[in-house]
């Protein structure tokens, strides 16, 4: 069964530091997403990615955050430079449409800001 | 935004028995998806129902909606030992994204 798969599973960097994480998303999907969870709380929305361009994001996604589909499998979210409340679990999505189809989660690459 | 709130926040049984989360939200929905996530780990997506559906089967799970209370509730029976996990209802998507409550947290006694 077709997976989304992020890479790396854990990311450990410095303050101020820029970090890439990476995600391939389902083959046949259109739309493609980023969460966050901080540890103990909520997944929160931050961004999803539709025809080569930002279609929504949401406060937390500010003008540290980009995102970029570099080729035709790969899914990134760049944080140029990172914070120690960036500290958390960020989770990538693709889903086949927005009409309320499915969303696929990836399984989280666990980021530490030291 | 929409949002749900999952109730109870934590819920223990005991193996075998059934288990039973509820999801409340307050704006009206095109539709409503439950997840589970294991500590620590991605979530892994359960099932969608449609506004227009009122019950959805899937295997052990059993998920309900009434658009009129703006409630849903999911059951799964004949609980085992790896449904311990956390439990989310998800509203909106799209272009938007996913609205996730805290969770229910499930743990099932051996």
């Known amino acids: 069964e077709p997976e989304v798969t992020q890479t790396p599973s854990h990311q450990v960097t410095q303050m101020g530091q820029e970090v890439i994480l990476r995600c391939v998303p389902i083959?046949?999907?259109?739309?493609f997403y980023w969460y966050r969870q901080i540890l103990g709380q909520k997944v929160e929305f931050l961004v999803s990615?539709?025809?080569?361009?930002?279609?929504?994001k949401s406060e937390i996604f500010d003008d540290q955050f980009s995102v970029e589909r570099p080729d035709g499998s790969n899914f990134t979210l760049k944080i140029r430079s990172t914070k120690l409340e960036d500290s958390a679990m960020y989770f990538c999505?693709?889903?086949?449409?927005?009409?309320?189809?499915?969303?696929?989660f990836g399984p989280g690459t666990r980021l530490l800001v030291l | 935004s929409q949002q749900g709130e999952e109730d109870p926040q934590a819920l223990s049984i005991q193996e075998g028995e059934n288990a039973t989360m509820n999801c409340s939200y307050k704006?009206?929905?095109?539709?409503l998806q439950w997840y589970r996530q294991n500590s620590g780990r991605g979530l892994v997506h359960l099932i969608l129902?449609?506004?227009?559906?009122r019950e959805k089967h899937s295997g052990r799970l059993r998920v309900t909606l009434d658009t009129s209370k703006k409630s849903s509730s999911l059951l799964i029976t004949a609980s085992r030992a790896a449904d311990t996990a956390s439990y989310f209802c998800?509203?909106?998507?799209?272009?938007?994204?996913?609205?996730f409550g805290k969770g229910t947290h499930l743990i099932i006694q051996p």
């Open positions: 704006t009206s929905i095109n539709n």
């Open positions: 083959s046949n999907h259109l739309y």
């Open positions: 129902i449609r506004s227009n559906e």
């Open positions: 998800a509203l909106g998507g799209g272009a938007d994204g996913l609205t």
């Open positions: 999505a693709s889903s086949a449409g927005t009409r309320g189809e499915t969303q696929y």
């Open positions: 990615f539709y025809n080569n361009e930002i279609s929504e």
